[in-house]
């Protein structure tokens, strides 16, 4: 799933903008022919979510259809076009000039149809999307289900995770054309031998016999030649004197894959390269074989009005806040994020933990249900990893975030947890297999929740947990919530004898509230909170890294726990102006060695 790009050989038309809007709640859109155009339509931007453009679309969660019009250049007749959908959140249809083309399950990753033989050269293209985000206890993630964490938090919408079920097209859509002998995928994986970085590509081609790499860092280059075999090739480089990429100096090469000669390219595809290795050794997370500590968040595509979708400017900004706070990491909790954001990771040296949209799974409503799950769960992964798979910043994938037992309200409350089905522990372990098999470079991990079974992160290379002792446990009691800490790391640790991450602690606060002595939901305790954590982990050689949640408040369903319908753990508000937190952490943060077991 390459990102598209212009360049000599491919050209690439952007359909974000203003379309044609109407929902569709009695399912009548598709018998009526909506695909070919919009009776009692109204306007809406996309990318964006739907639910916070107008008032009454709000808890909308039904169908809804998108439609535009659009030529396609005179210059691309020939050519091999496909229409590419950045996301569409839950499940989609596509329809092109009355004719259907395909279909999409799953939010959040990116897909596309060859459309050329649908297109118009004479007229304008009309291309409709239908989408829609029921809330079924048997997608992922799931909404209406029973028992677990719904109930606990009683969300409207009837959410089983903590944030808006936001629903629509949330990133750009793409016209694009390719010549007909064109690249069809890019793998890129490297390794270091001493001081030489090596670069292995593995290309993908249709109707391809021969053609060349060219890796550049300015004016040097280094080149390889590609020979086809049933559509499949393979070439290596040596790097000499490499510079590795990494948070301190990431640094990323120039690579071109050319089909057909130099001179005369058949088709050309660009990506950027960064050099480097990812792994575990005892204790240690190594990154290009040197131990790396991970500071920073866990975060949330969301802000005010276009909800999810693609906000270029909030992308640069966040960014810029991470480099400024001294965060050098962030896990995509809970989804996977615009390739925007991959990119720009990328550019400055920020490590990602890669999470699929697998929050708060439920093994309620018997084998076939649970069997459904792990068909989606297996499909967004096998997505997620063929798009970001070539990523530098990316070093793991997460196959779970809080996935629930039957027994977890019996955990929460502090009772003695039944024996764990062999059958939940079988449903990670093929997530677990599956991410080795398709890439065998990055780690693999599990979020485990509070209570949740030791036994499902057994097969993680990092043990990744969430944390709330001095907030959902203990609460007020920040003392006694970092004893408890302490304990279940330690006693983790002697358990599994991993590298350990803490993916998630903190405590709501609203920005502007005080108190002395410090107490729940103040700035103060908020501050108190987070210092307790990291100093227990400074002082554990095992801990691998701490993200704080979240790095910005964000909108949930409302609930009784959520004021305003908002999650206020962030150490900067919605609009990203810092809390006491976020000064606290940058003074922290920005020493050099800083929360560094040892350092």
């Not at 359909?15 to 919009?38: A, C, K, R, T, Y």
């Not at 007749?77 to 959140?89: C, F, K, M, N, P």
């Not at 070539?390 to 977890?408: F, G, K, L, R, T």
């Not at 150490?571 to 050099?592: D, G, N, Y």
Request: charged letters at 20%; one cysteine or more.
């Amino acid at each position: 799933m390459l990102y598209p790009q212009q360049n000599d050989t491919r050209n690439l038309l952007d359909l974000s903008g203003i379309w044609d809007f109407q929902i569709d709640p009695d399912e009548v859109g598709e018998s009526q022919g909506w695909f070919n155009g919009l009776a009692a339509a109204r306007q809406m931007a996309v990318p964006s979510s739907w639910n916070d453009i107008y008032d009454d679309l709000r808890d909308y969660m039904g169908a809804a259809w998108y439609v535009t019009e659009s030529y396609a250049p005179a210059s691309w007749r020939g050519q091999r076009i496909v229409l590419r959908i950045g996301s569409a959140t839950y499940a989609a249809n596509v329809w092109v000039n009355g004719a259907p083309v395909g279909e999409h399950e799953g939010g959040h990753l990116p897909f596309e149809f060859d459309v050329t033989r649908h297109m118009r050269w004479d007229a304008p293209n009309v291309i409709a999307i239908r989408v829609e985000n029921h809330l079924q206890p048997n997608r992922v993630p799931a909404g209406n289900a029973q028992g677990g964490l719904a109930m606990f938090m009683r969300n409207f919408p009837a959410t089983t995770y903590d944030f808006f079920p936001y629903c629509g097209l949330h990133r750009a859509v793409y016209l694009y054309s390719t010549p007909s002998t064109y690249i069809e995928d890019i793998t890129v994986s490297t390794d270091i031998d001493a001081t030489t970085g090596l670069v292995t590509v593995d290309v993908v081609a249709s109707d391809a016999t021969n053609g060349a790499l060219h890796l550049r860092n300015g004016e040097t280059q280094w080149r390889g030649l590609l020979q086809f075999t049933n559509g499949r090739a393979q070439a290596q480089l040596a790097v000499d004197n490499a510079r590795f990429w990494s948070p301190d100096d990431p640094f990323l090469y120039e690579l071109s894959v050319i089909l057909g000669e130099d001179d005369a390219p058949q088709d050309r595809y660009r990506l950027d390269v960064g050099i480097r290795t990812v792994a575990v050794a005892g204790d240690k997370l190594l990154l290009n074989g040197r131990p790396i500590f991970l500071k920073g968040f866990g975060k949330h595509e969301d802000f005010a009005v276009c909800g999810r979708g693609t906000f270029n400017p909030l992308i640069v900004k966040d960014y810029a806040l991470l480099k400024w706070i001294g965060a050098n990491s962030f896990r995509t909790a809970h989804y996977p994020y615009d390739e925007e954001q991959m990119r720009m990771a990328d550019r400055e040296g920020i490590l990602i933990i890669d999470e699929i949209p697998n929050v708060s799974l439920q093994f309620a409503g018997g084998d076939d249900a649970v069997a459904e799950r792990l068909r989606m769960c297996q499909q967004q992964m096998h997505e997620l990893i063929a798009r970001d798979k070539s990523h530098p910043s990316v070093i793991m994938w997460s196959i779970a975030n809080e996935p629930m037992p039957p027994d977890m309200m019996k955990r929460f409350a502090g009772g003695e947890p039944e024996p764990v089905d062999p059958k939940t522990t079988a449903f990670f372990q093929a997530l677990y297999d599956l991410c080795r098999q398709e890439d065998p470079t990055r780690l693999v991990t599990l979020v485990g929740v509070m209570g949740g079974p030791v036994e499902w992160m057994e097969a993680a290379d990092v043990v990744c947990i969430n944390r709330y002792y001095g907030w959902y446990a203990q609460s007020g009691q920040p003392d006694a919530g970092q004893q408890v800490l302490e304990q279940e790391l330690d006693a983790l640790y002697a358990q599994l004898g991993k590298p350990m991450l803490i993916t998630e602690f903190g405590a709501d606060t609203i920005a502007g509230s005080h108190s002395h002595p410090p107490e729940m939901w103040s700035e103060e305790y908020q501050v108190d909170l987070i210092r307790r954590y990291l100093d227990s982990a400074a002082a554990r050689p095992f801990m691998a890294g701490m993200h704080i949640w979240n790095f910005a408040d964000f909108k949930t369903a409302q609930a009784t726990m959520r004021a305003n319908g908002m999650n206020y753990k962030g150490v900067f508000t919605r609009a990203r102006q810092p809390k006491m937190a976020a000064h606290f952490l940058r003074e922290r943060w920005t020493q050099p060695g800083s929360d560094v077991p040892g350092g």
